[in-house]
């Protein structure tokens, strides 16, 4: 069974096996969560990511979709890229951020991964609304059936915090 574990703090600073970058679709980098990793990470991430483009994402890594890279300079072994969907002022589709932490648990599988440090994915500039980010959260790690046997969401900030503690019960 999957332990869920809260962290306050900075993603980029855990020692698991794999870390998730809430990450543009462009796989080169960005703000927030995105680019603090790429900025810790160091130049192997992106030229890991560059290769991804090249390779089999020509177009970018589709939304819901996620994706694995070496963890440069990370204390983890991967990086495990995933595009979450952007808010808009008419609502969200849950599924899609849902996807998010499927796809990468299922990317975790592959790998063999058995820590995996997740961020509230979508809730910086892609403005999800927190609380139910992390409602979608939760209960999909909680649903999804995988070998990993922790999963850790690493929350910035007291107000993310919160909201993923109110949804552990």
Request: proline share 4%.
């Amino acid at each position: 069974m999957t332990t869920i574990t809260l962290v306050q703090g900075d993603i980029t600073r855990q020692s698991a096996d794999a870390i998730v970058n809430a990450a543009n679709s462009s796989l080169l980098g960005g703000g927030g969560v995105d680019g603090a990793i790429h900025r810790r990470g160091g130049p192997a991430i992106l030229a890991a990511c560059r290769d991804l483009r090249a390779s089999h994402y020509g177009k970018g890594l589709p939304t819901g979709q996620a994706v694995a890279t070496t963890a440069g300079e990370l204390d983890a072994q991967w990086v495990i890229h995933t595009v979450g969907p952007v808010y808009q002022a008419s609502g969200g589709d849950p599924a899609l951020l849902a996807s998010c932490y499927r796809e990468s648990l299922r990317v975790a599988d592959e790998l063999g991964a058995r820590t995996v440090a997740f961020p509230a994915i979508s809730t910086g500039v892609y403005r999800w609304p927190m609380d139910d980010a992390a409602r979608v959260a939760v209960e999909t790690v909680r649903n999804t059936p995988t070998a990993v046997d922790e999963v850790r969401f690493v929350l910035f900030d007291d107000r993310a915090y919160e909201a993923f503690a109110r949804q552990l019960g």
